[in-house]
């Protein structure tokens, strides 16, 4: 059974930094794409960030770009997103998601997600 299971997320004052981190189970993430995907309050999912099944290749939404930053430990079956000068735009759930191996610079590719975690900024 495939689990992403996501933690990290809180309550956070505007201007900090957030990291979430994405365990995985049930597969082997070096043979996929993974990405982060957030959900704000009355909206649809977007795309935040994603990075290469070797890690050295990152795509990000022009969202966070600039002050976020995505990795991964394939031996560790684990994965992250650091976001900094956090602001209330920021205010979602948070997924992690798998996808095919070599797209991740579409978010289209990814069809495995976890249940998410919360991030709130206040002001």
């Known amino acids: 059974q495939v689990q992403l299971v996501e933690s990290g997320g809180g309550m956070v004052q505007a201007g900090a930094s957030v990291t979430l981190s994405c365990a995985a189970s049930?597969?082997?993430?070096?043979?996929?794409?993974m990405g982060w995907f957030r959900q704000p309050p009355g909206l649809e999912r977007e795309f935040v960030a994603a990075?290469?099944?070797?890690?050295?290749?990152?795509y990000y939404s022009p969202s966070v770009r600039g002050r976020s930053t995505i990795s991964r430990d394939n031996e560790r079956n684990t994965m992250s997103l650091q976001i900094n000068y956090l602001n209330p735009a920021d205010t979602a759930i948070y997924y992690c998601?798998?996808?095919?191996?070599?797209?991740?610079?579409?978010?289209?590719?990814?069809?495995?997600y976890g249940q998410g975690t919360q991030v709130t900024v206040s002001s």
């Open positions: 998601a798998a996808g095919r191996k070599n797209f991740y610079n579409d978010p289209r590719a990814f069809d495995r």
């Open positions: 049930g597969l082997g993430i070096s043979n996929y794409a």
């Open positions: 990075i290469s099944w070797t890690g050295g290749s990152m």
